[in-house]
């Protein structure tokens, strides 16, 4: 979507090493969020941000770290990836924290741990 | 913590009406979300309640029970391209602000 970018799309990555994945914004939106899907699951929340430098746990915030250094952008780092990390990771962005402006997705970045 | 079930699979036949339901058990609820997401696609907005009742946008409609923590997203006139997984999503509030969370979706296949 125009206003959100995630990069990379696509990455293929060892078991042990660390990963970061960027999302970011150009809406100057305060909340930013970061999700994965899996199938039988759907989207679960890992990190979410609700402004500069403060973030906050999701579900499934194990093994997953963040940071918010400026508003733009959110960094979502695997610090040692495994296999059960291989997903699609989506981030949202959001302009309201009472969710009435709705939730924004980027276009996901596909990653596997082999 | 919450818990947000609907439907795995669905089909219908083209031009015909579907209704999708999504129940939730929550805290916090601050209102209720269904997105849109096609194959290798990001999730796209279609709806949002926070009262009781309908809202209406065009083919698309969704209702919202809070005192049930029920909803439907109801499509009308069904078109091949309505082909997707829909999501049902309820928003929290928590002290760090709103967290949305996910239902696990429903395939919708749409047939000739």
């Known amino acids: 979507d125009a206003g959100i970018t995630q990069s990379p799309r696509h990455k293929v990555t060892e078991t042990g090493t660390p990963v970061t994945l960027r999302c970011h914004q150009t809406e100057n939106h305060r909340y930013m969020y970061w999700y994965r899907q899996d199938p039988g699951h759907g989207l679960r929340l890992i990190h979410y941000s609700y402004g500069v430098k403060d973030t906050d746990k999701g579900e499934v915030s194990d093994g997953y770290s963040v940071s918010r250094s400026k508003t733009e952008d959110f960094l979502l780092t695997l610090e040692s990836a495994t296999s059960s990390q291989t997903s699609v990771y989506f981030c949202a962005i959001s302009d309201q924290g009472q969710g009435a402006g709705g939730y924004t997705f980027g276009s996901g970045t596909r990653l596997t741990v082999v | 913590g919450q818990n947000i079930d609907q439907p795995t699979e669905m089909t219908a036949t083209e031009g015909a009406i579907v209704q999708i339901n999504c129940t939730y058990q929550t805290s916090g609820f601050n209102g209720l979300f269904w997105y849109q997401q096609h194959a290798g696609e990001a999730p796209t907005f279609l709806s949002y309640n926070v009262l009781d009742g309908l809202e209406e946008k065009g083919r698309f409609s969704s209702f919202l029970s809070r005192s049930k923590g029920y909803s439907y997203l109801l499509l009308k006139e069904l078109q091949m391209k309505d082909s997707a997984s829909y999501l049902c999503?309820?928003?929290?509030?928590?002290?760090?602000?709103?967290?949305?969370?996910f239902g696990t979706g429903t395939q919708l296949k749409v047939e000739l």
């Open positions: 999503a309820v928003i929290q509030v928590t002290g760090g602000g709103n967290k949305l969370t």
